[in-house]
Structures are given as C-alpha cells and as structure tokens.
C-alpha cells in the first residue's frame, strides 16, 4: 500500500459558508419565491397540498372583500381568512427557503470552483498548443512550473510539485510523479515546481471539476431510496389528515355547527406534516454540503446514505492505524553471515524501491558504511548491469538481479519459496526471527541471495495516537472494524491487539480483499473501506461505500463513490457520522412534526367547536361543554386557530438551521440514541407547540386585540 | 370501585398470560410443521382432506397466489352462506331444525349479515332468536364463525413467514394453513369449550321455545336452541355474534360469574398465544414478549380507564344523586345496563376485552356506559384492534404498525430502517401505510356518509323519535360506533343505530334500512379484505429480503423503548384520526351533564 497518505492526519475542514451571508440570502429569498410554481411544488405532496390550501383561501379572502359571504359558511371576518391565507402562503415560502439555503451554499462552493475552469491553453507534447476545453482522452500535455493543469489525467513522466489547494483546501503542495498510486493529476490546479507530461484521461465536460460542480450544486440530485419512502409515508400521512378533514365538514353540520372552508384547511395544513415536507429535501442536500464540507466527494446521495448504515470498515493498516512509514530500525544476519553483508545485500535490493521502507532500509545501510555503486537517481537510466525486480502483490518480493546475482527482500513466506525453487534451504533460525520480530508488532523482511537467506530487516511499525479510543467509539456505533495488511498473521494480530481493532486480515491480496468483502456483504453487512492503488479498484467497486484517496490512481477514484480530497484514510469514521446524521435528522424532524398535532389540535378543535350544543344556560350560556377543551386558555376562536398557523409557519425557518446542521450523532447505542432522540424530537414535540402557540396568541390576542 | 374487582382484572391478566405461553408455543409448531401431540389423533385427517381438496401441501404460494385461494375461498363461502340464510323455510327443512318456521329475512339484511359473518364482524341489525332458524345458526353462521377465525389466523401466519422468510418468495400455503388452524387449534378447543360451557348451564337443545308464564300473569317466550356449540366458536374466533340477541348477557349464553371470567379468557387466548407463536417463529422469543406488553400496557389502561368511570358513575347520575346508592351487591356506580351477576368490574373487563379484540361480544349495554367509560370501546376500536385483537388480525395489523414505529424509529438511530435484520424501503411502507390507513378512512368516510344523508340518519332511533330530528351526541355516538365497529370487524354495537325493521318474530313483514345495510356491509368487507391484501403483499415483499445481522447501532424491537414507542405510535396515529369525531360523540358527552 501506498505510504502517500503519511501525512493527512488533520482535520481540514472547508471553510463553512455562512448561513446568513448577503448574497446566499437574497437568491434564496428570490427563489423561495420562484419556487411557488406548481410544477415545482407538486414532487412534494405535502407542500403541493398547503399550496393549493393558499389558493382557495386567497380566493375566499378576495370573494369576502368584495363582500362575499366567506366559503362554506361561518361569520369569520374578513381579517381573519386573509390572515390564514397570507400565513399558508409563508409556509410555501418557509419551506422552498429551507431548500434555497442549502442549495445556495452548495451553489457557493460551486461559483469558486467554476472560477478555477478558468479557459487554459495546453501545450501538447508534439509542441502544439489546443485549447484546454478541446482536450480529449488520450491527449497528452507539458505541464511546467507556474502552470495550470488543463484537465483531469494520469502521470506519464516526470514528477513535480503539484499545488491542489483550489479543490482540497489545502495548502501545502502535493507530489506527483510518473508510476506507482501518485500519478494522478486534476484539471485546474497547479504545478509549482519542474515539468510533467500529463496523459488526459477525461473527455471533456466530464472532468473531475464538473462533476464536484454538478454535485454541489445538486444539479444532479435524485431522490434517495429512504428518502422516496419517507416521503411515501409523509403523503399517506396527508391522505389521512383529508379525510380527517373532509368528514369533519358532515359531522360539523350534523352538531349544527358549519366550519368555514378557510378553517377546515387551516386545520389540514396545520395536521399534516408541513415540518418534515418542508424540511425534507433541505436535510438531504445539507448532508451532501456536509460532506463536501469535509473534503468529501459524495458521487451521490445515496451513497451518503448507504455510509450511516456501514456494518464493517475495512481499514488499510498502513496510514490509517500505523503511521504509515515502516522504519528499518535492525539488521539481523543468519549464522554464517556478516552484519555488513547483509546490508550490503539489503540496500542493493531496496534501492529501485521508493517506498518510505526501501528507502529507510538504504539510509540504515548508510549506518554501516555502505554506498550505493552507482549515484541516486541514475539507476533507472543508465546502469543497465542491475536488473530491478519491481514489488508485485502477487510474489510479494522485489529486489535486484546484479551482477549474476539474485537480491531478493521479503515477506518470509515468500522469501523462503524464492530460494526453494532456487535449490535452497531456509536455516532453521529464520522461523524464530521471523516469529520474534511479528510477536514485537514489527515486520520482518527477509532477505535472500539466490538459494541463501541472508537475513532479517527489522521494520519497526507505529500505531497512531488515539487509535484504541477511535476503535471503541466505532464500536459503539456498531460497526465491526477489520484491518487489512500485507503482513503476515503473527505481526497483524499484534498490531491487531495493541491498536484495539476488531479482526483483521493478514496477508492481503487485492484478491483476498475483494473476497473478504464478498463474504461480508453475502452475510448481509454493509461494507466501506478506503483505497487509492489501481490494485485497490475492484474492491472500491465492489465496496458498498467506496472512498478513493484524492492523491490515489485515476483507477481508484473511478471506482469508488466517494472522492477524500485530503486522502486521510481516517476520514471514514467521519462519512459514517455524516451518514447517521442525516438519517437521524430525518427521524427527528418526522418525530417533531406529527407530535406538534397534538396541540394544534387542542387549539384549533375547541375553537372550532365551542358553541356546539351550548345549552344556552349558565355562566357562558353561547358556549358548548367542549369550551372546556381550551386547555391553552387562547383568547378567541379566531386566534387560536391564527396562532396554531403561525406556529405551523414559524417552526419551519426555526428549524432550517437544525435541518442543514444536522441532528448529533451521538455513539451511545441505537437504544439510548432511541430514547434521547425520542424524548427531545417525540416528548419535546408534543410540549414545544403548547408552548409556542400559547405564546403567539398572547401576542395577536393580548397586543394586537385578535 | 373495590378490591375484588381490581384483583379480578389482575387476576385475569396473569391467568391470561399462562394459558397464552405454552399455546403459543404450541401454535408455532404447528405453522412450522412440526409433529405436535395431536399429530397421531388428526394426521390421518389431515391427510385425508389434502386429497378430498386436492391440495398439494408441500406446493408453497408466493404472496398473489396465496390471496386469490383466499378470496375464492372467501366468495365461495359468502355465497353458500347467502343461499342457507335466504332460503331459510324454502326447501323442505326438518321441523327440529325449524321449530318456529321462520322465514328468511330480507336480501339487505342477509347481505349485511353474510358479510358480517364472512369477516369475522358478526355485527348484527338482528335478533338470533327472532329471525334465525337453528339450520342457518348451525350450518351457517356458526360455520362461517370457523371459517372467518381461520383465514384471520391464516393471514397472521403468512405474513409472519415473510417477515422471517430467509428464501425466495414463497408464504406457505393457504389451504395447509387453514385446515391446519381448524384441525389442530380451533376444533379441539371448541369441544372442550363447549363441555366446560354447558356444565355451568348453555343450553345446546333443538327443542321448540317455552313459554313460561310470568308473575304478573303475561306470557314470555325463552328462546332455546344449540347454544354451547356456537358460543365457544363465537369467543375463541373472537366472532362475537350471539345466539340470542342479549348475546352474553343472557343467562344462556353466559350463565354464571364463572363462565364469565372463562368467556374473556376464551376471548384473549388465540390472539395472546400468536403474539408468542410470533416471537418463537421469528427465533426470538423476546419479540413476542415485547409486542405482548405493547397490548398489555394498553389493555391493563383501558380496563383502567373504563373501570374507573363506570364506579364513578356519569355527571348526569351525580347531578340526580344516584352515585351515593349502593345498590345491594355493587359498590355504587353505574348499574345501568349492566347484570349483577357481572357487577361493575366483571362488567367494564369484558367489554374492554371484547372491544379490543374483534371480538364484540357484549354482557352489558355499551351504550348505558358512562361518557367516558363509553369512550372506551371508541378508543379500543379507534386503535385499529391492535391491542390483541381479533384472531390472527390483530396480529398482523399490529405488524404493520410494528413496521411503520420501525421506519420512524429506525431513522432515529442513523441508519435506514431495518426490522429483525430487513430493510424497510419504499414498497414496504405504501403497503404497510395503505393497510393501516383503510380501516380508519372507511369507518370515517362511512359516517360522513350516514350522517350527512337522510337515507343514513333513519337509522338513527332517535331520529325517529324525537321531535329535535335527533341531531344528539348520542346520535352521532350511534352512528359512528356502527360504521366503526363494522370497519374494525368487531360486530359490538351501540344500540339504536339499526337496519332491519322487524314487527314480528319469523321476518313476516320486515324490511331492512337498505342503505345502513349496503353501506355497513361493504364497510366491512372493504375494511377487511383489502389490509388482508396489503398484510400478504408486504409479506411478499419481505419474504425475499436480504437479512443483516443485528449490531450494536440496530435499533432492537424486543426492549423497553421500543414499547414505549410502538404505544406512542398507534395512540398517536388512532387519536390523530380520530379525535375530532371522538369529540362529537362520547367526549361531548361525557363533559356535560345533559342527557341525550
């Protein structure tokens, strides 16, 4: 795996555009409004319904002011259906505000990066130049100091300083080089030092920028499988209330008590749930504006979704639980060998080895006096008598054929099958070595010259800070934890055990991986993991949740339906809290808005039904028994059922915040999650509107004199 | 209010939930095949009935199949039973089976009642003894009382399958199922029923009416007729429709204290132990036990409730001083049409147990409960009979609710809802939300309907009556209780409310109240086949589901909060529904001193 990802343990987060900012305020204001086309409200049945309630009363209110007796009978004032209608209509607004925001801070992160497409002449590698929007696959361009990248490709000589601050937010300059799980380059941003050849990979309009535009933007947002059920329950809910409403109407005149139109739909959009319909499409686009607010690509909102309910991460031990860099730290010859020998043969066969070991293992070679034969950097080019044997996963070896010999360094399994099939025989020390230095936690890398093993190279591994608290937090979510290394069995369940992960798998193929994966999906286990090497595609695709490291191959990012601008593996743990979040909020806010029924039924109900069968007697002789269900004291009628409108109105901006904020995900467990969220959106729902409206009336009823 | 009364309401709630263990457990072998120790007496019978049926018992029924052999066996059912009820003096009938030579009653009346019997309502605009004859109260209603407890169970059963459903899309198969539920549950427990009834003194006889001559010097008919048999049928298939008009009010049909207590236990047993049979076939007993205290919690609050008022007596009594009256044997309260062999608690428990239920049944007059103790049987039935309910329906309608607190609950916790290890996604909650919203919508709809026309206020006693044209609280109660116990499948009644004119026993001269009659019949076919429909479809739509292991960050369905969530919902979305027409009727009521 790749020791790229060193260091990116930070916590970068996207500057947070401002809710209140001038600009984001006044095109929310300006669409809230244009929002109001019918074509627009009727994919939310729930608003599409308060809409068309707005219509019938404005229209009530305009037969009344030209004096109409109100619809449907009643004494209501003219005062009153106007109220309600200018109310109903604020609802419309509230609710395609709440959508506004959201889409305009995405849309705010979208402006900047449409700044950086900027048209750019590419200079072609035959010496001509095109321009940067003409490039198609396959095109390959020089990219020198000082210049911007024309599009989004691969590497395919040369390597440079890269500045990727424009799309990652960070500052300090990455590298790119030719080969190996670096190579990948994105259109618009900058080189900063030496010169590339860049291969296009992208065909244009699709490069990386536009589709982060397109995906902060929401101009590509579908409707997410749970959220096309919430809102399949939401319009049941509707359904239901028209009924409710409807029948009211017959049993009203049964009662000898005629309910005006305006009231009947002021009790419907005040039982349906206007909350969560409004809110709905916001939280979603909020939960994508969080992520990218993370530095995090979501390729779609569903797989934001499918991140809340990960049952196993699968974590690369290298970068993600270790620091990454395995340092040589020891050289342990085999009887009969020299201690200089030995690194002698190890620093041959490291040298074509770029990783942070190989080249750890020729600084520690330094140590005994060893130099390389030939100077750094010229030993691809010129030195034809060595022949490099590159790493593959496959034998889990590499090294170097010089000078009639066969320098092998290793996994001690696969050293140990080399000098078999070389005639060889391991001596019967390696196996402890091998044993001893995994027990440690370390790694050990055996090396051979054709059939004899010379040695052991000690690699020293070190767990990242705060791994173990990590670990127990994700358990607490419920989520299994499996690292995944190369190493072999005894040096994983070592660092297994001292990193505080739940299981691991040691020996890792590409293959192994894809396996595990399969198995774990097959058991019915949600699956995310992190990758960034071309070998690391198939699994990134087969992943449920997928999160390619921005720094990975292009391979890798095809693959996975995430995108880490900051390649921090760790960053996982954070997409599953995002995921929750959303999820919960959704939960919460569905909670919150059918609980609010309760009081708006005790406001609108005895008002509507205060003079059914008065007896005419007593001290409130125009007043009927069910007077007494006012439990909220609300002064009249007229107010009582204005102030529950208001509050059904108010409640939606009031919660905008919460909505794009998300809920908090707390790990405490799904039960105690369940009795909090319960309790402050179920509890919390039903006191806060007794509350509120109580409020409200007294200002419309005591101060305005309703 | 007195201690003998509260220790019989706990008392039976412990009786209740020892006898509802082990035939749960028993249940659940039984659905899953297993060899029980009836195996040996009824395999041969089983078996026999399979080729007389042509069935092929291992030939499992995805969700569509499964429903249209219930329908067909549904309709063919409802026809047979329209022919037996309509021909009833037609062809040649023995005497013993005829004693009185009744005629038929009208075509609206028999379609009202074949579909009350067809759907496990057993709602009844008739008198037994005035309008049956002892053929069509055997071969017809008290078959119809097997049939309809059975396809209830049937349905339960299936869905059950679906939830647990590890493979494919199969639910089992209807015709195993129900000759299964007759064979092994129903028949056995009916026979021994019967004997314990008649031993405290139902009758079970062919015999003609006596007549007895009174005090005063009158003449009175007793009706008799074969009582036990279809008593316990009507109790343990929570049918409800009496023999007699009384129904378990009269001394025939439900003689003694004892037989009191023994017909609610009758009442509550299958519906309790398939909750249990639930929690086993899903392999977690705890998930039976949870949705047991779910209805337990809101029963135990609903004997509470009515219990209290009815000690306590109406305003209107109180304004009249009646409450201080200890009348001989009770402790005050309201007696009003009630038996004093019950008494107030005996009373107030069995109509909370057969409100709750579908069952129906009634030993006192629900319409002479106080306000709120009135109240009651409105909210039992406004919670959609989930609190046990009836055989099987209770069930699988308090499934459906499990499913939707799932979904609302599950969102809470951060992930997508899941239950017992299942996805909930789109298709699952239409289904489920359509199932749980038809019954509700079609007792609202109904009573608009009744109480906005003329043609529905004739119904009305009062309207007839009274000179005010009978626009009362208690009109409106009347109304609203017929078109919802008929929605719910309960079949008990607020009386008054009627759709049969009767001026003589034997039907000579009678006419029925077409539109009460059509109306309260298609209400109850509507209200039942079509969330049966939705139960099936959302068992096949589980049944294939992919199943994720529990974690820590699922939220459980076999806990304390969980309980408490799945109350919040159903009380939440039955007082929602129907709190405005609630207060029209019992709560107008119960917040005046007026009487209607």
């Given amino acids: ?706 | 209010m007195s201690l003998t009364g509260w220790l019989t309401i706990v008392l039976f709630a412990v009786i209740l939930t020892a006898l509802a263990l082990p035939l749960g457990r028993y249940m659940a072998k039984v659905y899953t095949g297993e060899r029980v120790f009836l195996t040996p007496l009824f395999g041969w019978l089983e078996r026999f009935l399979y080729k007389v049926l042509r069935v092929d018992p291992q030939r499992e029924q995805d969700w569509k199949s499964y429903a249209k052999s219930l329908l067909i066996f549904s309709l063919a059912g409802w026809l047979l039973l329209y022919l037996i009820l309509r021909t009833q003096n037609a062809f040649y009938v023995p005497h013993a089976l005829n004693p009185l030579g009744y005629h038929s009653a009208p075509w609206n009346v028999t379609f009202n009642t074949v579909s009350s019997f067809m759907t496990n309502t057993n709602w009844q605009y008739y008198s037994g003894e005035t309008t049956m004859s002892y053929l069509s109260q055997m071969i017809g209603l008290t078959v119809q009382n097997w049939l309809s407890a059975g396809i209830g169970i049937v349905v339960a059963v299936a869905l059950i399958r679906g939830i647990v459903g590890r493979s494919g899309k199969s639910i089992g198969n209807f015709w195993q199922d129900l000759v299964r539920t007759i064979l092994y549950g129903l028949a056995p427990l009916s026979v021994l029923t019967a004997i314990v009834l008649v031993s405290q003194g139902v009758i079970q006889n062919f015999s003609t009416y006596l007549t007895a001559h009174t005090l005063t010097g009158l003449t009175q008919s007793i009706a008799m007729g074969p009582i036990a048999s279809q008593e316990a049928i009507k109790l343990l298939g929570t049918n409800g429709g009496g023999f007699l008009n009384t129904n378990s009010a009269h001394p025939f049909e439900n003689p003694t204290a004892f037989t009191n207590f023994f017909e609610m236990l009758l009442v509550l047993v299958i519906p309790a132990a398939l909750v249990f049979a639930y929690g086993r076939m899903t392999g977690n007993r705890r998930q039976g036990y949870a949705i047991f205290a779910t209805m337990m919690v809101m029963f135990l609050g609903a004997v509470t409730v009515a219990y209290i008022a009815e000690a306590h007596g109406s305003p209107a009594q109180h304004a009249a001083g009646l409450h201080t009256h200890v009348i001989a044997g009770s402790g005050g309260g309201n007696m009003e049409g009630k038996e004093q062999r019950f008494g107030i608690a005996g009373s107030a428990l069995f109509d909370v147990v057969t409100t709750v239920t579908s069952c129906g049944a009634v030993n006192s007059a629900l319409e002479s409960f106080t306000g709120i103790g009135g109240a009651v049987p409105f909210a039992n039935l406004s919670a959609s009979e989930v609190i046990f309910g009836g055989v099987g329906t209770g069930l699988y309608s308090m499934l459906l609710y499990v499913l939707l607190a799932v979904f609302i609950g599950g969102l809470m916790v951060g992930r997508t809802p899941e239950w017992l290890g299942k996805k909930l996604e789109a298709r699952e909650i239409k289904l489920a939300g359509l199932g749980i919203l038809i019954t509700p919508l079609a007792a609202l709809f109904c009573t608009a309907l009744a109480t906005a026309s003329s043609a529905g206020r004739k119904s009305i006693a009062e309207v007839a009556l009274s000179k005010s044209g009978g626009n009362t609280p208690q009109g409106f109660s009347e109304t609203f209780y017929a078109y919802l116990s008929q929605a719910n499948n309960n079949g008990s009644a607020f009386a008054g409310y009627t759709g049969f004119i009767q001026p003589s026993a034997g039907n000579v001269g009678s006419h029925g109240i077409t539109f009460a009659d059509l109306l309260g019949g298609f209400d109850m076919l509507f209200a039942r086949y079509a969330p049966i429909l939705f139960a099936l479809a959302v068992a096949g739509a589980l049944a294939g589901k992919r199943v994720t292991p529990a974690g820590l960050g699922t939220m459980r369905t076999d806990n304390p909060t969980f309980v408490v969530l799945l109350i919040g919902v159903i009380v939440l979305v039955g007082a929602l529904t129907f709190f405005p027409a609630l207060l029209l009727g019992p709560i107008v009521q119960g917040l005046t001193g007026h009487l209607y």
Avoid: C
């Fill in chain 1, 1 to 706: 795996m790749s020791a790229s990802t060193a260091n990116t343990e930070r916590q970068s987060e996207r500057q947070a555009v401002s809710l209140f900012q001038r600009d984001i305020v006044m095109r929310a204001l300006i669409d809230s409004v244009r929002k109001l086309d019918p074509r627009v409200q009727i994919h939310n049945p729930v608003m599409f319904v308060v809409e068309i309630g707005s219509v019938i009363t404005t229209i009530t209110w305009l037969i009344q002011a030209f004096g109409g007796k109100p619809l449907g009978g009643g004494h209501e004032p003219a005062w009153y259906t106007f109220t309600i209608a200018i109310w109903l209509w604020l609802t419309v607004v509230f609710a395609n505000m709440a959508e506004a925001f959201a889409e305009g801070r995405g849309r705010a992160q979208a402006d900047t990066l449409r700044n950086m497409r900027k048209e750019t002449v590419a200079k072609m590698r035959d010496g001509s130049t095109k321009a940067a929007s003409e490039l198609v696959k396959g095109d390959m361009v020089i990219v020198t100091a000082g210049e911007l990248i024309p599009g989004d490709g691969t590497v395919t000589k040369g390597i440079a300083t890269v500045d990727e601050s424009a799309i990652t937010g960070e500052s300090a300059p990455v590298i790119r080089e030719s080969g190996g799980d670096r190579s990948a380059v994105t259109g618009g941003t900058r080189v900063t030092s030496d010169e590339i050849v860049v291969e296009i990979t992208q065909e244009p309009g699709h490069s990386f920028l536009d589709r982060m535009i397109a995906l902060v933007e929401g101009a590509e947002r579908r409707k997410t499988p749970n959220e096309i059920a919430l809102n399949i329950l939401l319009a049941a809910l509707t359904l239901i209330f028209m009924i409710v409403v409807a029948t009211l109407r017959p049993f009203g005149l049964f009662a000898g008590t005629s309910i005006s139109e305006t009231t009947l739909i002021a009790l419907l959009v005040a039982l349906i749930p206007t909350t969560i319909g409004a809110l709905l499409s916001a939280i979603g686009i909020a939960g994508m504006d969080r992520m990218v607010r993370r530095n995090v690509l979501a390729l779609s909102g569903r797989a934001v979704e499918a991140s809340g309910d990960v049952d196993v991460l699968l974590l690369d031990k290298t970068g993600t639980i270790t620091i990454g860099n395995r340092l040589a730290s020891e050289f342990i010859p085999m009887p009969g060998v020299s201690e200089a020998e030995l690194a002698e043969a190890a620093q041959l066969s490291s040298l074509a080895d770029e990783t942070p070991e190989g080249r750890s293992i020729v600084v520690l070679a330094k140590r005994y006096g060893i130099r390389a034969p030939w100077g750094p950097g010229e030993h691809d080019l010129r030195n034809t008598e060595a022949q490099f044997v590159p790493f593959s996963a496959q034998t889990r070896m590499s090294g170097v054929d010089y000078q009639g010999q066969q320098l092998r360094k290793g996994a001690g399994d696969s050293i140990v099958g080399f000098i078999e099939g070389e005639g060889g025989q391991a001596p019967p020390e390696l196996r402890g070595q091998l044993d001893r230095i995994g027990r440690e936690g370390g790694t050990p890398l055996a090396v051979a010259r054709d059939s004899q093993v010379l040695g052991v190279i000690y690699l020293k591994d070190t767990i990242k800070e705060g791994m173990k608290v990590r670990f127990d937090h994700l358990r607490a979510m419920g989520i299994k934890t499996v690292m995944v290394t190369g190493d072999n069995r005894l040096t994983a369940a070592k660092i297994a055990e001292e990193s505080g992960v739940d299981d691991f798998l040691a020996e890792a193929t590409p293959e192994a991986k894809l396996a595990l994966i399969k198995e774990q999906q097959e058991g019915g286990r949600l699956v995310a993991m992190t990758g960034d090497g071309t070998n690391d595609a198939p699994a990134l695709a087969q992943a449920d949740v997928g999160v390619a490291m921005n720094t990975g191959t292009q391979a890798a990012r095809e693959a996975g339906n995430m995108v880490d601008l900051d390649s921090n593996p760790t960053k996982l743990i954070e997409i599953v809290e995002v995921g929750k979040q959303l999820l919960i909020t959704r939960g919460a806010l569905t909670t919150f808005s059918i609980a609010n029924d309760v009081a708006k039924y005790f406001a609108i109900l005895p008002a509507v039904f205060i003079a059914t069968y008065a007896t005419g007697v007593g001290p409130h002789p125009a007043q009927g028994p069910l007077h007494v269900l006012n439990i909220m004291n609300l002064g009249t009628p007229q107010s009582a059922i204005v102030s529950a409108i208001i509050f059904n109105a108010l409640v939606i901006p009031l919660l905008i915040p919460l909505a794009l904020r998300g809920v908090r995900y707390r790990p405490i467990g799904a039960s105690a999650l369940l009795r909090r969220n319960l309790l402050i959106y179920g509890l919390g729902g039903i006191v806060a509107p007794f509350i509120g409206i109580k409020l409200i009336d007294l200002i419309i009823h005591n101060v305005l004199g309703a």
